[in-house]
């Protein structure tokens, strides 16, 4: 009979292991909280900005706001996908002892500008969406989503992983490497916007 119910047991502990674990409540609010403040940041930043001083740029190397506003939204896709594709491999809680950083280190990282990063194919601003206006809308609907999917998700984000620039980050890091990501380049605009020749108007 104990041999029996040891057979029995094993393939339920098994499942209980393997089984998804959601994010706690905390974990939903924090990033849902990141991805908002940044996605304000950001409307904040350009709010009044005229056409002249959107297309601005100081130097035919350096984008102009509008050039960050589509990087961002395109990162914002980008970013994403490469989250939900580390939730195809298995979960693999083990692997939690190899991440270095904290989500408070990924977020201060990101947002360092002192840290350079060559933009990769794919993130490179082309005019595709059009103005700064109808970008900041791709912008806002991707970032409404994601949002929705992090009030939502079942997913186990803190057992899927991936190599990024700053060593192995779980998958809700990555997520808020993404809102990072936005500050970052809302910085970016700041800095173009202190330029002593930026366009009064």
């Known amino acids: 009979m104990r041999k029996l119910f040891l057979i029995l047991s094993v393939p339920l502990i098994f499942s209980f292991a393997v089984a998804d674990i959601e994010l706690t ?5 924090d ?24 297309k601005w740029k100081p130097a035919d190397s350096v984008w102009s706001v509008t050039d960050c506003i589509e990087h961002i939204a395109l990162s914002e896709k980008n ?6 594709g580390t939730l195809k491999a298995e979960a693999n809680p083990a692997k939690r002892a190899e991440l270095k950083r904290s989500d408070e280190e990924i977020k201060k990282m990101i947002t360092d500008r002192s840290f350079r990063v060559k933009t990769r194919e794919g993130f490179i601003p082309t005019g595709q969406f059009g103005d700064a206006k109808q970008t900041m809308k791709v912008f806002d609907e991707r970032r409404e989503a994601l949002i929705k ?15 990024s620039p700053f060593g192995l980050v ?8 993404l809102s990072a990501h936005t500050k970052r380049h809302t910085l970016q605009i700041e800095e173009l916007k202190s330029n002593s020749n930026f366009p009064k108007q």
């Open 31 to 54: 990033a849902v909280s990141y991805l908002k403040e940044t996605q304000k940041a950001l409307a904040d930043e350009i709010k009044g900005l005229s056409a002249n001083q959107l």
């Open 79 to 84: 970013l994403f996908d490469w989250a939900m």
């Open 149 to 163: 999917y992090v009030k939502e998700t079942k997913d186990d984000l803190r057992n899927h992983f991936a190599e």
């Open 25 to 29: 409540q905390k974990e939903r609010d």
């Open 170 to 177: 779980d998958t809700y890091q990555l997520l808020l490497f």
